[in-house]
């Protein structure tokens, strides 16, 4: 899969969070983190060569420099949210040497927390500290985290 370097995306220094509308991108890729969420509708998604389409209540993650791209969103109503790696230093460590087995995981109570998470950092965006947007992006991790396998 032919990829671009999304230059963009490096000048970020701050947790972002954004609702898309059947969004498409083609394969791109950056330092930062990448979790999509699946509010409603289904759309497929290409990590690293790994395709699933994701439904409602799905999220997928893309880690620093993994080569990702959305597209055939059918109804599509997600959550983007990208963390700059510089900001969850003890993550990215523990990541150093390890993969997720599989970048995406289908509706679970995991996931429900993650969504009930994005929601409140959605609802309050603007109006909280960095803090509290990196407290949020670090317990979405830990989540992840606890319902995947690492190798």
Do not use: W
Not at 16 to 29: G, I, M, R, T, V
Not at 58 to 64: C, E
Not at 98 to 122: C, D, G, R, W
């Amino acid at each position: 899969m032919s990829a671009f370097f999304e230059v963009t995306r490096e000048l970020d220094s701050q947790i972002a969070l954004e609702l898309k509308f059947n969004d498409s991108c083609p394969p791109h890729f950056h330092s930062n983190l990448e979790l999509l969420y699946v509010i409603n509708g289904e759309i497929d998604i290409n990590i690293n060569g790994q395709v699933q389409t994701l439904k409602k209540g799905g999220v997928s993650i893309a880690n620093s420099y993994d080569i990702h791209a959305y597209t055939n969103p059918l109804d599509a109503r997600t959550f983007v949210l990208i963390i700059p790696t510089a900001l969850v230093r003890s993550y990215t460590a523990m990541l150093r040497s390890k993969v997720f087995m599989t970048p995406f995981i289908a509706e679970s109570q995991q996931t429900k927390l993650i969504y009930s998470i994005l929601q409140h950092l959605h609802k309050t965006k603007g109006a909280e500290s960095e803090l509290f947007s990196k407290g949020c992006a670090y317990s979405i991790l830990g989540v992840l985290l606890d319902c995947s396998t690492l190798i």
